[in-house]
């Protein structure tokens, strides 16, 4: 799916950019994978 490949590539930019903080990737993967398993469900 382009939504899965689209967070797939999301979640490797947060990891390559070490500047942000750890707790804002944490929780923008937490929203992306939440939000991609609803799409499946629905």
């Given amino acids: ?19 942000l903080s750890f707790i804002f990737y944490r929780r923008c993967f937490l929203y992306s994978f939440c939000i991609f398993a609803f799409i499946n469900i629905v």
């Fill in 1 to 19: 799916m382009f939504l899965g490949r689209y967070f797939y590539l999301l979640n490797i930019y947060f990891l390559q950019k070490e500047k």
